[in-house]
Antibody, heavy 122, light 106 residues
Framework: QVQLVQSGAEVKKPGASVKVSCKAS????????MHWVRQAPGQGLEWMGI????????SYTQKFQGRVTMTRDTSTSTVYMELSGLRSDDTAVYYC???????????????WGQGTLVTVSS | DIRMTQSPSSLSASVGDRVTITCRAS??????LNWYQQKPEKAPELLIY???TLQGGVPSRFSGSGSGTDFTLTISSLQPEDFATYHC?????????FGGGTKVEI
């Protein structure tokens, strides 16, 4: 069965960087786009961007341009999301989520990781 | 960016009630509209995609309708396990955007 397992919670100081991993299993890793979505405490969902695990190309929402980098390692079926220049309002749960349909970027997010809490505090 | 507006932001209902949640897009998104259910401290789950297609394993009491700018999620007979927050989402164009969520409470 499809599983997305994310790395554990992080506590970072303002200005630091964080790198969250998402290890996929149960399907052909390179066939499905992966998205990153975050949720600040008590708030709604915010889409951050998408990565194509096949070629490695990524696209980010403008809000995070210059601060976020999404990468993948096909040898371990893992995608990564690195966010730099952390601020207190980056405190959130970060999710990876996989598209329902192979080779599509419809953001029909059928499978989700368990979430990774990133806390930014001095 | 396309703005997604959900209403109401919260509602109180009882088991067996019919519940309707609406989602409006700031411009036409055809049927590129998805609905998610999220329970406390859990990741969202896909309920409906392409405005009206039920994701596998989702009970038939859930249904979705609409196209263009106006969409509806209906729960025909609310069950105890349906008390949760519901989110709509578009990815007609990037950035994909979510509505603010609707919390369904007792």
């Amino acid at each position: 069965q499809v599983q997305l397992v994310q790395s554990g919670a992080e506590v970072k100081k303002p200005g630091a960087s964080v790198k969250v991993s998402c290890k996929a299993s149960g399907y052909t890793f390179t066939r499905y786009f992966m998205h990153w979505v975050r949720q600040a405490p008590g708030q709604g969902l915010e889409w951050m961007g998408i990565i194509n695990p096949s070629g490695g190309g990524a696209s980010y929402t403008q809000k995070f341009q210059g601060r976020v980098t999404m990468t993948r390692d096909t040898s371990t079926s893992t995608v990564y999301m690195e966010l730099s220049g952390l601020r207190s309002d980056d405190t959130a749960v970060y999710y990876c989520a996989r598209d329902l349909v192979a080779s599509a970027t419809l953001a029909q997010l059928a499978y989700w990781g368990q979430g990774t809490l990133v806390t930014v505090s001095s | 960016d396309i703005r997604m507006t959900q209403s109401p932001s919260s509602l109180s209902a009882s088991v067996g009630d019919r519940v309707t949640i609406t989602c409006r897009a700031s411009q036409s998104i055809s049927d590129y509209l998805n609905w998610y259910q999220q329970k406390p401290e859990k990741a969202p789950e896909l309920l409906i995609y392409a405005a009206s297609t039920l994701q596998g394993g989702v009970p038939s009491r859930f249904s979705g309708s609409g196209s263009g700018t106006d969409f509806t999620l209906t729960i025909s007979s609310l069950q105890p396990e349906d008390f949760a927050t519901y989110h709509c989402q578009q990815c007609y164009s990037t950035p994909c955007t979510f509505g603010g969520g609707t919390k369904v409470e007792i």
